[in-house]
């Protein structure tokens, strides 16, 4: 058992992940290379499907990285809480939900995922507030409402630049990022056709809104609810 607990499962993750995404993108490449350039089948996937699953596996793998990328780059120690929700997030978002068409199978799968995203991001802008209101070289020191409020702007507001991204990717690629078509091919109008958008913003605002209030309680009443999920300095060896 001793051993077991002392297995990096953080890493062990990391790893199946990777193996995971490379063989999506493989998938991906040889289906969109096989896959007809005309009109397909009712449930067949097209060729702006396979280009879709194709560039979230690319980004997927890129992403992958950066935790451990930025952390040697700043010195800093990334939790592993942290670590481990962000590679089930990657996994459930592009394997689940791209590869698996879980976006189109399961209900709702979208809206729980930028729930759980939503909450994601207002730990990392907990954790990046309180690395600074704790470093020694920083003239600051935000109230615990302060913390609250730029955790939930901060994770908002990288809520909005994914909606460019999605927007961006459908209008350039032809991809159906931002759902303003049905699975068949039919275009959504009107206020169908903002739905999942706005939706999506509304969902990212009500996780990170939750996890501020969470934030403000523990940092106000000292609890440390929070620990699991702050960034630390590595020490600088002598």
């Not at 791209?98 to 954790?127: K, Q």
Request: proline letters at 3%; charged letters at 15%; a positive charge.
């Amino acid at each position: 058992m001793k051993k077991i607990k002392q297995w990096n499962w953080a890493k062990i993750l990391a790893i199946f992940v990777l193996v995971t995404l490379l063989a999506s993108t493989v998938y991906a490449a040889v289906n969109l290379a096989l896959a007809p350039s005309g009109p397909v089948p009712e449930g067949e996937q097209t060729k702006g499907d396979y280009s879709l699953m194709l560039m979230q596996c690319v980004l997927g793998i890129v992403v992958l990285f950066l935790p451990s990328i930025i952390g040697r780059k700043l010195k800093l120690e990334i939790p592993g809480a942290m670590y481990i929700v962000f590679i089930i997030f990657l996994y459930c978002a592009i394997y689940l939900g791209e590869v698996r068409s879980f976006y189109y199978l399961i209900p709702n799968w979208d809206t729980i995922l930028h729930t759980f995203s939503g909450a994601m991001l207002g730990c990392l802008g907990f954790s990046i507030v309180n690395l600074l209101n704790n470093h020694d070289k920083v003239a600051m020191h935000l109230s615990p409402f302060f913390v609250a409020l730029f955790a939930c702007c901060f994770a908002v507001s990288l809520g909005v630049v994914w909606e460019f991204y999605e927007f961006t990717a459908d209008g350039l690629f032809g991809m159906n990022m931002q759902k303003t078509m049905l699975e068949n091919g039919t275009m959504l109008q009107g206020h169908a056709a903002v739905a999942d958008t706005m939706g999506d913003l509304f969902v990212d605002f009500l996780g990170a809104f939750v996890v501020s209030v969470i934030g403000y309680i523990s940092i106000r009443r000292k609890k440390g609810w929070m620990k699991n999920f702050e960034f630390k300095k590595v020490a600088e060896k002598k």
